[in-house]
């Protein structure tokens, strides 16, 4: 069965902290990763991971995939409290049984000033 | 372009009865879904659908159907609403490139099923 783990679940951090949120993923015919933000309404888009190694970045934000050791990063830098949110990892990986979009439960950080 | 867009915003239903909770899209994307949020469970899937006519059932479809008789609209039926049914429903879309592939969510619909 695939599945999609992320840690910690949940996360309290002070203002200018640096945290590192954790995916890991167990699934066949792996395509990509993908990290969205979920304040208080609809996910938004962070990130699309295919590649091993190669770090994308946007501003404070980045992330990094391993397809060896099949787990990936998010790293926000210098946090404010508008980072304050439920962080999401999903995997995508077609004709995997019945489910091509496999989220993990989320990380939910908070940011306290 | 609107995105992707869910009506109603709230609803109340009582146990049995029925209703549809609508998405529909502009971005001519083929690919839709549906997702039911519960706290601590992150995203689930109810059903998808690659294109127009084609539908499949995802991780949690019991008590759910659906239908996509165009590219843009892809309705998620209650039959007979139980308690159980409680939660935050998502429509996404994606254009299901092999290059690009994000899930564009709309705003949700909180159901509570008395």
């Known amino acids: 069965e695939d599945k999609v783990v992320q840690s910690p679940l949940s996360l309290v951090v002070h203002e200018g902290d640096t945290v590192t949120l954790n995916c890991s993923y167990e699934v066949t015919n792996f395509r990509s990763l993908l990290w969205y933000k979920q304040e208080k309404k609809a996910p938004t888009f962070l990130f699309m991971l295919?590649?091993?190694?190669i770090e994308k970045k946007s501003g404070r934000l980045s992330s990094i995939l391993d397809k060896k050791e099949l787990f990936s990063i998010l790293n926000i830098t210098a946090t404010q409290t508008g980072d304050s949110a439920i962080y999401l990892c999903?995997?995508?990986?077609?004709?995997?049984?019945?489910?091509?979009?496999?989220f993990g439960k989320g990380t939910r950080l908070s940011v306290i000033a | 372009n609107a995105g992707v867009t869910q009506t109603p915003k709230f609803q109340v239903l009582k146990t049995g009865q029925s209703m549809t909770l609508q998405c529909a899209q502009d971005?001519?994307?083929?690919?839709m879904s549906w997702y039911r949020q519960d706290p601590g469970m992150g995203l689930r899937l109810i059903h998808y659908?690659?294109?127009?006519?084609?539908?499949d059932q995802g991780e949690v479809p019991n008590g759910y159907n659906v239908s996509r008789s165009t590219t843009e609209d892809f309705p998620l039926r209650l039959l007979s609403a139980a308690p159980s049914q409680t939660s935050v429903y998502f429509c996404a879309s994606s254009p299901q490139k092999r290059e690009y592939n994000e899930q564009f969510f709309g705003p949700g619909t909180r159901l509570t099923v008395l």
């Open positions: 659908s690659v294109g127009a006519g084609i539908t």
């Open positions: 971005m001519n994307h083929e690919y």
């Open positions: 295919t590649s091993s190694g």
């Open positions: 999903a995997v995508e990986a077609p004709a995997s049984g019945n489910t091509p979009l496999v």
